[in-house]
Each structure stands twice: as structure tokens, then as C-alpha cells.
């Protein structure tokens, strides 16, 4: 079992002396986040908000805190990646990559404020004066052309020149020719609404079999779409490539593995043209330069997913600013209530679809406790299969 080293000197962050966690209750879910302390007097934050288990994420974090944090030295994180996921077992699962991806950020957070230098300056460095964004999340609402239509205008208005959506409502498998011809409707009212220069790229959400993800991928062409996000179920990877091989536009895919090994297969079976590592669940900043680095080598494109809150997008603009093969970057920011930007203070802002350089100490972003108070967690449960889910029902 790999223990706390206490014989090196500390760095200058000093050493861990303390893990809490915390959790924000929105309308659309709810958002949690490690605070890792030092007996140096800083602080440092992550995201390790799961979309229905907070509470084990939570609780996890915490036991794994008094169990392979305390003591340890921050800027010492590959040691201390390894021996959360090794020391405790995780060999797989969300819960797990999660809190590993959460405290990695916090590390991150730490050194940085530690030296006084923006976080990505310890994870690459830049390769890109600004980081492009899409907006996902902004078609709350009925599902009907007129009203994906004026969203996507309205987003488009905001500033955003690329926008994902899930056209497919509760579809799961096959789609009867009524559901099919509904969500290529939609598509169409959306590409005629924001013109052909929008990017557009529609999310599959891993649903569909083969036949159906074929045929989709067919007609989907003619609105010209960035890419087709997860048209079929990972347990079908070795099917991926077959269907990549049909498609006129790029498939991409891999939010939902946490680490380099559960990418193998994707890897070596070419199963993707773009992949999509969560820097909230794939290991965090550690962990996702390694997942690039091996895209890159298979002629892949980076573009990581980012369902979670504005630290998410803050910590993940940091560690894509030094990836060659970043692409463009997820984010939700548009459609959380403002008094998320005041819990995670400091987050960096999308302004006209970019994010620019940062420039504060480690990420920047404090937790506002007072505002936790006033919005604890509702642990309620979304189901994105339920008919009407697009809606968001804030009731």
C-alpha cells in the first residue's frame, strides 16, 4: 500500500491538513466540490459534482482524505493520483473518478496559489491566446421546431458560435419513423435558424443500436453537424469504427471514462474521431494531458465534455490552453441560476463563445460558504430518458 511520504521537505504550499467538501442545490441539479486545506494557510478547490450520487461523492472525498491526503505534500501529484486510485482500489466506476478528478484540480489550485502563477502554467502552459466554447443546455422548453428554433437564436445572439443539442427526446435503442422524423426536424429548424456558419453538434447520449445510429448518421448529413456525439452504447465500442467509417461528419465520443486504461479500447480500436474526457471525472488535469497526448497520437481531436458548474469550465480552459489537439470546449454556464457565479467566486467568464487567458493565483475561484447555506443540495434525481426531460422541469 503506497502511505504519505512525510520525510521530504514540504513545498511551499506546505502539507495537506485538511479535506471538507461542500454542495450548492440548483434547478437542474446539484453541484459539489472538494476544498483541500494546507498547514500553510491555503486552499485549494475542485469539482466532483456527479448528476444524482452528490452524497457519495461527498462522503467518498472525505474518507479518502483522512486516508491518502493528510500529510501529503500538494505539489506532489502523481504520487498522490496514484495512490488514491491504486491505494483505494479504483479501478473503475464514477463515483471514484470523480473525487480523483476533483481533488487532482484542487492540487492544481494549490500549486498555483503556492507560486502565484495561473494553474495552467503547471499544466503545459499555452498554446492559444483563447479558448472557443459551445453552448449546451440552452434548449429548455417545449420540443417543437419553433421553440429549439428561438433558442438556439437566442444563444447565437449571446455570443455562442457553436451549439449542442439532443434532438432524440426519451428515445432509447430503435425510434419508431414518427420519433425519427421529429428529431430531424428539429435539427433542420435549428440549422436554418442560426445559418450555416454556427457550428452545430448533435448529442446521441449513447442510446441507440446500430441499425438506428446508421441511419441516423445518413441523414443527419445534409445539416452538416461538427460531429455525432455517442450514437451508440460503449458496451457496442467495437462497433464504433464501423459506423465512423459510414459517416460523412466526425463521431466523437468518451465522457464517460475515467482514466487512460478505460480508454485502451477506444484507442486501439480507432473508435472515434474526437474524444471527449471529463476534466471532472476522466482524473482531472493529470490525468486528461496523458488521455490527449495518446489521442494525439491516434490523429484525434480533443474536446472535452463539461456538464458540471463554472469550476469545471474554469478548471478545464486552464488544462486545454497547453493541449495542441484541443478542439473546443463544453459548458452549461448559460443556463445555471447567477447565484452559482457568487458560491464559486472568481470563475473565469464565456464572452462571445471564448474564454480568455487567465491571470489569477492557482484557479482563481474561492467557495462562497454563505451562499451554500442558502442553497443546500435537493438530491433529486434527473432522468434524461423520461419523456419531457429536455424541459427541465424546475418544479
Not at 291 to 304: F, R, T, W, Y
Amino acid at each position: 500500500m503506497l502511505t504519505v511520504n512525510r520525510t521530504r521537505t514540504a513545498g511551499a504550499a506546505g502539507r495537506i491538513s485538511k479535506v471538507e467538501t461542500l454542495s450548492l442545490g440548483t434547478a437542474w441539479r446539484d453541484f459539489s466540490y472538494v476544498r483541500v486545506h494546507t498547514d500553510a494557510g491555503l486552499c485549494g478547490v475542485g469539482e466532483i459534482t456527479h448528476p444524482f450520487r452528490g452524497r457519495e461523492t461527498c462522503a467518498l472525498a472525505e474518507s479518502m482524505g483522512q486516508r491518502h491526503l493528510l500529510g501529503a505534500d500538494p505539489f506532489d501529484v502523481e504520487e498522490i493520483w496514484l495512490r488514491m486510485y491504486q491505494g483505494d482500489y479504483l479501478r473503475g466506476g464514477d463515483v471514484g473518478g470523480i473525487v480523483v478528478s476533483g481533488v487532482d484540480q484542487a492540487l492544481y489550485d494549490l500549486m498555483g496559489k503556492a507560486l502565484g502563477v495561473p494553474a495552467y502554467r503547471l499544466t503545459g502552459g499555452a498554446c492559444r491566446d483563447t479558448v472557443p466554447v459551445y453552448a449546451n443546455g440552452w434548449y429548455t422548453g417545449d420540443r417543437t421546431p419553433e421553440g429549439f428554433a428561438a433558442k438556439a437564436r437566442e444563444t447565437v445572439d449571446r455570443g455562442y458560435r457553436a451549439l449542442k443539442f439532443d434532438p432524440f427526446g426519451a428515445g432509447l435503442g430503435s425510434l419508431s419513423r414518427a420519433e425519427r422524423i421529429t428529431a430531424l426536424d428539429l435539427v433542420a429548424a435549428v440549422r436554418e435558424a442560426v445559418g450555416p456558419e454556427v457550428e452545430l453538434f448533435v448529442e446521441g447520449h449513447a442510446r441507440f443500436d446500430f441499425p438506428t445510429a446508421a441511419r441516423l448518421t445518413a441523414e443527419l448529413a445534409e445539416f452538416d453537424p461538427g460531429w455525432f456525439e455517442e450514437p451508440l452504447p460503449w458496451t457496442h465500442i467495437e462497433r464504433y469504427a464501423e459506423l465512423r467509417a459510414r459517416a460523412a461528419m466526425p463521431i466523437s465520443g468518451g465522457e464517460h471514462f475515467h482514466n487512460r486504461n478505460e480508454y485502451k479500447q477506444l484507442f486501439a480500436s480507432n473508435a472515434v474521431d474526437i474524444v471527449q474526457p471529463d476534466l471532472s471525472m476522466a482524473g482531472g488535469p493529470t490525468e486528461v494531458r496523458k488521455i490527449a497526448a495518446l489521442a494525439e497520437m491516434h490523429a484525434m481531436q480533443v474536446a472535452p465534455h463539461n456538464s458540471n458548474s463554472p469550476l469545471c469550465t474554469t478548471v478545464s480552459v486552464h488544462a486545454v490552453l497547453g493541449i495542441p489537439n484541443f478542439k473546443i470546449l463544453e459548458t452549461f454556464d448559460g443556463l445555471v441560476e447567477d447565484y452559482v457565479f457568487d458560491a464559486v467566486s472568481g470563475v473565469l467568464p464565456v464572452r462571445d463563445g471564448f474564454v480568455g487567458l487567465p491571470v489569477a493565483p492557482g484557479l482563481g475561484v474561492e467557495l462562497v460558504d454563505e451562499v451554500f447555506a442558502e442553497h443546500p443540495p435537493s438530491h433529486r434525481f434527473w432522468n434524461m430518458f423520461a419523456e419531457g426531460w429536455e424541459r427541465r422541469d424546475r418544479s
